[in-house]
């Protein structure tokens, strides 16, 4: 073939045309494995030349078309899940075209890979299950993880996602069901965020279950055990961070994901300073219902020093969001304990008061505040108390921010801030409609879950923003990666949610919106990490050297895109044969 070739090597354009990816693999085996397979955009040259010819339909087709074909049949589709079926099935026979149809339509299709239908797929993961996808590391293989990484087929991984499965979403204990947590946030590393498929490994930790659903169902697919939460399960995870940076180097970013609220905050003071390592659920989220803030901050023209906040639920997300409301108050002037003053939370047992009956974990300790005056028995009563310019529910107990909360907010505020994050909808503290329709237009509201559009009776339309995570852990994941830094200080989160709130505009502050839009979210997930890596940069923090002088152009650079390689040197991309795809 190659002598046959040879002699028009000279009609050949000067420059390359498109990437040259050099593979071992031939055949069928090609074509099996998602990284490689480009289904009908081979070429007939490749398809000579790789021993696949015959195996495909003869037509050539680029990568548009083949889009189409899944975005309309995507389409035709109703229920989520099934979407999230037919969606992971593409991912799992070519993942560039995978990647190439959630980004195409980011918005519609963010819901389905990622919250709620996640969710839901992961309440199904045994019953749904086609491949598997990540690593399940059990308890019954402490003593062997190192050989277990070993046995995950890339050598050059950068970012891992690990869960236990204790806490999914707002769903509770889901065992390894859990899997489809990792396998949806590293998806959205990809595509918000461009950093490269190969390098991103998803893991869950299986230590059992308490989950008694689970494990009556002989469809189950972990250990069929209560969760184990002796010295062991802290010595499985001790050995699981000690082997990923012993296979894949000391700056590898590990993120915790959905782990219940006692090991959360633990492993996170554990690991903070040893690893490179967050606790999306901890820190994205406060990150991210920051930037919320700090953007109805810039609609209200009243500075954060000045807002009271009270949070309906004091976990895991309440307090990782009082902590960098904190750390913003400070950066501002404030002290600590001026700061933590403005901070209250009410969570299942009452407001977080001193000398309570029920005890205060050491985390909450620095927002439990003495006794207000009056008697505080409900959310209610605990706003009327307050008084507070900001209400945040993160409890996921559902609609408790009722008509009444919300008219009071109203009352107390002429631009209420009423942030209700719980998921999925269905656990909302509010919807959309109630916010707007209750205040009468003047709330600025932002939600965990997708809320649709609301148009008043005046005709006023508000696009309810979504205080979503994925607006921080890619960009903050793109720039940790990029730049080397070993210990992620909370400093870099309040870094993110700054460059998050800068990118929304006056307009879209003016249509109610306090993130910019979802569509837009690979551009705002570049520019922050551009953001993060010239501030890790100018403190000190960064450990890749030589310090990149542009930093806008060296972050763009990296970031991967969705174009198909070629699998033939470029002296084969030769014109005169018009069914190349070069898409
Ligand atoms: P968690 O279990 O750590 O904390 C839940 C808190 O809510 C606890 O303090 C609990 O006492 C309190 N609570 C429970 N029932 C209550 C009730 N009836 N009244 C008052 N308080 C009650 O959970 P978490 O990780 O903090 O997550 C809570 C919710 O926030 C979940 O629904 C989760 O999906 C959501 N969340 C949203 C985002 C986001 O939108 N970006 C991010 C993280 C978490």
Same mark, same amino acid.
């Given at each position: 073939?190659?002598?046959?070739?040879?002699?028009?090597?000279?009609?050949?354009?000067?420059?390359?045309?498109?990437?040259?990816?050099?593979?071992?693999?031939?055949?069928?085996?090609?074509?099996?494995?998602?990284?490689?397979?480009?289904?009908?955009?081979?070429?007939?040259?490749?398809?000579?030349?790789?021993?696949?010819?015959?195996?495909?339909?003869?037509?050539?087709?680029?990568?548009?078309?083949?889009?189409?074909?899944?975005?309309?049949?995507?389409?035709?589709?109703?229920?989520?899940?099934?979407?999230?079926?037919?969606?992971?099935?593409?991912?799992?026979?070519?993942?560039?075209?995978?990647?190439?149809?959630?980004?195409?339509?980011?918005?519609?299709?963010?819901?389905?890979?990622?919250?709620?239908?996640?969710?839901?797929?992961?309440?199904?993961?045994?019953?749904?299950?086609?491949?598997?996808?990540?690593?399940?590391?059990?308890?019954?293989?402490?003593?062997?993880?190192?050989?277990?990484?070993?046995?995950?087929?890339?050598?050059?991984?950068?970012?891992?996602?690990?869960?236990?499965?204790?806490?999914?979403?707002?769903?509770?204990?889901?065992?390894?069901?859990?899997?489809?947590?990792?396998?949806?946030?590293?998806?959205?590393?990809?595509?918000?965020?461009?950093?490269?498929?190969?390098?991103?490994?998803?893991?869950?930790?299986?230590?059992?279950?308490?989950?008694?659903?689970?494990?009556?169902?002989?469809?189950?697919?972990?250990?069929?055990?209560?969760?184990?939460?002796?010295?062991?399960?802290?010595?499985?995870?001790?050995?699981?961070?000690?082997?990923?940076?012993?296979?894949?180097?000391?700056? =590898?970013?590990?993120?915790?994901?959905?782990? +219940?609220?006692?090991? %959360?905050? @633990? !492993?996170?003071?554990?690991?903070?300073? /040893?690893?490179?390592?967050?606790?999306?659920?901890?820190?994205?989220?406060?990150?991210?219902?920051?930037?919320?803030?700090?953007?109805?901050?810039?609609?209200?023209?009243?500075?954060?020093?000045?807002?009271?906040?009270?949070?309906?639920?004091?976990?895991?997300?309440?307090?990782?969001?009082?902590?960098?409301?904190?750390?913003?108050?400070?950066?501002?002037?404030?002290?600590?304990?001026?700061?933590?003053?403005?901070?209250?939370?009410?969570?299942?047992?009452?407001?977080?008061?001193?000398?309570?009956?029920?005890?205060?974990?050491?985390?909450?300790?620095?927002?439990?505040?003495?006794?207000?005056?009056?008697?505080?028995?409900?959310?209610?009563?605990?706003?009327? =108390?307050?008084?507070?310019?900001?209400?945040? +529910?993160?409890?996921? %107990?559902? @609609? !408790?921010?009722?008509?009444?909360?919300? /008219?009071?907010?109203?009352?107390?505020?002429?631009?209420?801030?009423?942030?209700?994050?719980?998921?999925?909808?269905?656990?909302?503290?509010?919807?959309?409609?109630?916010?707007?329709?209750?205040?009468?237009?003047?709330?600025?509201?932002?939600?965990?879950?997708?809320?649709?559009?609301?148009?008043?009776?005046?005709?006023?339309?508000?696009?309810?923003?979504?205080?979503?995570?994925?607006?921080?852990?890619?960009?903050?994941?793109?720039?940790?990666?990029?730049?080397?830094?070993?210990?992620?200080?909370?400093?870099?989160?309040?870094?993110?949610?700054?460059?998050?709130?800068?990118?929304?505009?006056?307009?879209?502050?003016?249509?109610?919106?306090?993130?910019?839009?979802?569509?837009?979210?690979?551009?705002?997930?570049?520019?922050?990490?551009?953001?993060?890596?010239?501030?890790?940069?100018?403190?000190?923090?960064?450990?890749?050297?030589?310090?990149?002088?542009?930093?806008?152009?060296?972050?763009?650079?990296?970031?991967?895109?969705?174009?198909?390689?070629?699998?033939?040197?470029?002296?084969?991309?030769?014109?005169?044969?018009?069914?190349?795809?070069?898409?």
């Amino acid at each position: 073939m190659l002598s046959r070739l040879r002699p028009i090597l000279s009609l050949r354009p000067p420059v390359p045309a498109y990437r040259w990816a050099h593979t071992k693999e031939k055949g069928k085996p090609l074509m099996l494995n998602p990284r490689t397979n480009k289904s009908m955009a081979f070429t007939l040259q490749e398809r000579q030349m790789l021993g696949i010819q015959g195996l495909l339909p003869p037509k050539v087709e680029t990568q548009d078309n083949q889009a189409m074909r899944f975005q309309r049949n995507l389409k035709k589709m109703k229920d989520p899940l099934e979407k999230y079926v037919y969606l992971m099935g593409i991912q799992e026979r070519n993942e560039r075209l995978f990647y190439r149809v959630l980004m195409d339509d980011i918005e519609e299709l963010m819901p389905i890979v990622y919250t709620p239908t996640v969710g839901q797929a992961c309440t199904q993961y045994g019953h749904i299950f086609r491949r598997p996808k990540g690593l399940f590391i059990s308890i019954h293989d402490k003593g062997h993880i190192r050989s277990i990484l070993d046995n995950w087929p890339e050598t050059n991984v950068v970012a891992v996602v690990v869960t236990d499965g204790e806490r999914i979403l707002g769903l509770g204990d889901l065992g390894v069901y859990g899997m489809g947590i990792p396998v949806g946030k590293l998806c959205l590393y990809t595509a918000c965020a461009g950093i490269r498929p190969e390098t991103c490994l998803p893991v869950v930790i299986d230590v059992g279950t308490d989950n008694e659903t689970l494990l009556r169902d002989p469809l189950y697919m972990g250990l069929y055990q209560k969760r184990d939460r002796s010295q062991a399960y802290d010595d499985l995870i001790d050995e699981f961070m000690e082997a990923v940076v012993d296979k894949y180097g000391q700056d =590898t970013l590990i993120q915790f994901e959905d782990f +219940g609220n006692h090991n %959360a905050f @633990r !492993l996170m003071w554990k690991y903070k300073e /040893k690893y490179c390592t967050f606790n999306d659920d901890i820190q994205g989220t406060a990150a991210v219902a920051l930037a919320g803030l700090l953007a109805a901050q810039r609609a209200i023209g009243k500075p954060i020093t000045e807002h009271r906040v009270l949070f309906l639920g004091a976990g895991e997300a309440a307090l990782g969001i009082a902590n960098l409301i904190v750390m913003a108050m400070m950066e501002k002037g404030m002290t600590q304990a001026e700061a933590r003053e403005k901070i209250w939370m009410y969570d299942e047992h009452g407001l977080l008061v001193k000398n309570r009956p029920q005890e205060n974990d050491g985390n909450q300790e620095a927002f439990v505040h003495d006794c207000p005056p009056g008697n505080v028995q409900s959310f209610l009563d605990a706003v009327n =108390t307050i008084k507070p310019s900001a209400i945040i +529910g993160v409890s996921g %107990a559902g @609609r !408790l921010f009722t008509h009444d909360v919300i /008219k009071a907010m109203g009352s107390l505020n002429e631009q209420p801030i009423i942030f209700a994050l719980s998921n999925p909808t269905t656990k909302a503290e509010c919807t959309a409609e109630d916010a707007y329709t209750l205040t009468n237009g003047r709330c600025l509201f932002a939600s965990g879950s997708p809320f649709d559009p609301v148009t008043l009776s005046d005709g006023r339309v508000f696009t309810p923003g979504q205080g979503n995570n994925v607006y921080i852990f890619p960009g903050v994941a793109l720039a940790v990666i990029l730049s080397g830094v070993r210990h992620i200080q909370d400093i870099v989160f309040l870094e993110a949610a700054k460059a998050l709130a800068e990118q929304v505009t006056d307009k879209e502050l003016a249509e109610g919106r306090l993130y910019p839009p979802l569509s837009n979210i690979r551009e705002v997930s570049v520019q922050m990490a551009v953001t993060v890596v010239e501030y890790v940069y100018a403190q000190g923090m960064a450990f890749h050297y030589p310090e990149p002088l542009e930093k806008n152009s060296f972050v763009r650079s990296t970031v991967w895109d969705t174009k198909y390689d070629s699998f033939l040197p470029d002296i084969y991309d030769w014109p005169g044969v018009n069914f190349n795809p070069k898409t």
